[in-house]
């Protein structure tokens, strides 16, 4: 259990937790990204409240002051408000169905400073137009320029030559 801050009760606040880790106060989705914008969330508050605190003192850690969203591209973090606490923000849902067909579902996004809590305005997307926003999701995460090319490349060769389902 962890409190708002990703803090396990009890240390102090020098033992910190995300993910499957973590049982939060308030209910999160069991999906990757709420592990990403935990971590993103930490990864901010070191850099901007904790790299000053001399963890060699016996003093408890403080409390972090306001961060950005721990949101990620395509979303603008400057357009969400900063908190000191963690807050998860659903980006939608994406997925590929095969060779040429997707969904992406926007209507429980949390989009930035939006006025109201309704679906309404809120896009569904399906077919090879989901499929390619997935795609760009997908190679949007990778974290370097080779693979951002030869995962397109995987993708072309079994487009061409089928999926190799053969052991060695």
């Given at each position: ?83 000191d606490k ?79 389902i053969s052991?060695?």
């Amino acid at each position: 259990i962890v409190d708002d801050y990703q803090r396990v009760p009890g240390t102090r606040g020098r033992i910190f937790a995300i993910g499957d880790c973590a049982a939060t106060p308030t209910s999160q989705p069991p999906i990757a990204s709420a592990a990403e914008q935990q971590g993103q969330y930490l990864a901010d508050c070191f850099n901007m409240h904790y790299s000053s605190f001399d963890v060699t003192s016996e003093s408890d850690v403080p409390l972090p002051g306001k961060v950005p969203a721990p949101v990620a591209f395509p979303f603008p973090r400057f357009l969400y408000e900063h908190s000191d606490k963690f807050r998860y923000i659903s980006v939608g849902a994406m997925v590929a169905m095969g060779t040429g067909d997707g969904i992406v579902d926007m209507t429980k996004a949390d989009l930035p400073k939006e006025k109201s809590k309704s679906a309404r305005g809120k896009p569904t997307i399906r077919g090879i137009l989901a499929m390619f926003m997935w795609r760009g999701g997908y190679l949007s995460k990778q974290l370097s320029w080779t693979n951002m090319i030869l995962v397109p490349m995987f993708w072309m060769k079994s487009m061409v030559f089928g999926r190799d389902i053969s052991r060695f």
